[in-house]
């Protein structure tokens, strides 16, 4: 006999029914501040600029103001009166201070859900935002002691103070308890991206250190290659040959595929860093445009050549870091060999400070340390272990002294040619921050090197032929990246 089972289907699923329904009854509905709107209402007095008129780019060198005013909402977008102390931050950029009712620092009082303030900012760029969020900080004045730091539990959770107790926000939080960490961010107000000049700094040093910048390359005139090396490339901007700080050095740690020098750059992006002085673009993103073959689109700008006024100034220097120099003239190192210096007193066969013999100068030590003084104040005199160990050597002009390193140029041999005139070298310059002489000029290829002996061209080639070389391979990894 057959039974039916449709009696028993259909009471498990009115108990499933009831079970939901019981579900349902247990769970409270999300209630309490979930986001805040945000709106910017001025910016430096004025309308914020629309997205096609962005402002500059703010370096770090000015204050900018944004008026703000923000709404406490709930998750379903209603208002909500929520009150206590909201975080105010701008990302891209700082806040330097906020001013309003109840503002302290970069936080203001939200009371009955609302506030409004006016925020300083600076290192600004790009399409750039306000973030408001709630923390659970309750600042003090100085003269008060506040619960995150008067040593005891206040709230119970067996965690005393900041920065052991996570519901302490900063020392000055005088309130244990974490806050709602809701969070809301303004429409973008409208910046240019950083020039490559802005990255610079117009400076030594970048306002951008660490952060990961996105290069403006819509200009009037392209970015273009000027090197592709070992380790990275380099770019200049031609838009501002006239002011300089237009170079960058994009540090790709291998040759990078696909480009050679003439290449444009219509993408560029990477993290900033000063490696001992010298400004670079780390891990970078870029996308190359290729110049149509066949035709003379080369870009790449004749160097210029530096003379005696300008390679000891630091500022001038500084505005051609990365970018294309020549200099003309100069002789290689007399007093440039392998063998210990003695007595202070180096010759063409004895530059070598290593007196030791451990591979390295010691500057702690004060033989090796005074040889190494002596050889750097003698415009004549490279010092063996820095040529053994970079390839960097002296050239000199007069009194007026720089570092070249020629290693593209494999067939020329420094030491072989002691005391001998270079009709021009021509390379990229970079800074090193470590001693006295701080600025080389890198060869980018045999092109580069001119003059009357064996292992240098023997005239000058125009930048818009020099160098320029069959285009690098493909990334053969491309397909696992």
């Not at 201070?97 to 009082?109: E, F, K, L, M, Y």
């Not at 415009?379 to 040529?387: I, Q, R, V």
């Not at 000029?441 to 092109?447: G, H, K, Q, S």
Request: aromatic content about 8%; glycine content about 10%; overall charge negative.
């Amino acid at each position: 006999m057959k039974l039916s089972t449709a009696p028993h289907r259909a009471s498990l699923g009115l108990v499933s029914l009831l079970a939901l329904a019981a579900c349902t009854d247990q769970v409270a509905p999300p209630s309490g501040a979930s986001t805040f709107r945000v709106r910017i209402t001025q910016v430096n007095g004025a309308d914020a600029p629309p997205d096609d008129t962005p402002l500059p780019a703010n370096r770090g060198d000015r204050e900018d103001t944004w008026a703000f005013e923000l709404e406490t909402l709930s998750p379903y977008g209603e208002h909500v009166d929520f009150n206590g102390m909201v975080r105010i931050s701008i990302e891209p950029g700082v806040v330097l201070s906020v001013t309003g009712d109840g503002a302290a620092g970069r936080n203001i009082q939200v009371v009955d859900g609302k506030a409004q303030g006016l925020a300083t900012v600076t290192a600004v760029y790009g399409p750039a935002r306000l973030w408001v969020e709630d923390l659970g900080y309750t600042p003090v004045p100085l003269s008060e002691k506040p619960a995150c730091s008067n040593g005891k539990d206040d709230d119970g959770d067996v965690l005393i103070d900041f920065p052991a107790d996570p519901g302490c926000a900063f020392a000055d939080d005088d309130n244990e308890e974490t806050g709602t960490f809701a969070a809301g961010i303004s429409p973008p107000v409208h910046y240019e991206l950083p020039r490559i000049s802005d990255v610079q700094g117009f400076g030594s040093a970048t306002p951008f250190p660490y952060e990961a910048i996105e290069i403006n390359t819509h200009r009037p005139k392209p970015l273009v290659v000027t090197r592709v090396s070992n380790d990275g490339f380099y770019v200049t901007d031609l838009s501002e040959q006239a002011t300089g700080y237009n170079h960058i050095f994009a540090f790709n740690f291998s040759t990078p595929p696909g480009m050679r020098v003439c290449d444009r750059v219509t993408f560029l992006t990477g993290t900033v860093v000063e490696f001992f002085g010298f400004t670079e673009l780390s891990f970078p993103s870029y996308v190359v445009s290729f110049p149509v073959e066949g035709e003379d689109t080369c870009e790449v700008p004749e160097p210029p050549v530096l003379d005696d006024g300008m390679i000891p100034n630091a500022d001038a220097m500084e505005k051609l870091e990365s970018g294309l120099v020549r200099i003309e003239g100069f002789r290689v190192a007399t007093k440039f060999g392998p063998k210990p210096v003695v007595d202070n007193v180096p010759d063409a066969d004895h530059s070598n400070c290593d007196l030791n013999g451990d591979g390295q100068v010691d500057f702690a030590s004060q033989a090796e340390g005074a040889c190494s003084d002596a050889c750097s104040a003698d415009p004549e005199c490279t010092e063996w272990t820095s040529y053994s160990a970079r390839g960097n050597y002296k050239v000199f002009k007069g009194n007026t002294q720089i570092q070249i390193q020629t290693g593209t140029a494999a067939s020329f041999d420094p030491t072989g040619h002691k005391g001998e005139t270079l009709d021009a070298v021509t390379g990229t310059l970079r800074n090193f921050s470590g001693g006295s002489l701080n600025w080389t000029i890198e060869t980018r290829c045999p092109d580069d090197l001119v003059c009357q002996s064996q292992g240098c061209v023997k005239a000058t080639v125009p930048s818009t032929k020099a160098c320029v070389r069959l285009r690098t391979i493909d990334d053969n990894d491309q397909g696992s990246n």
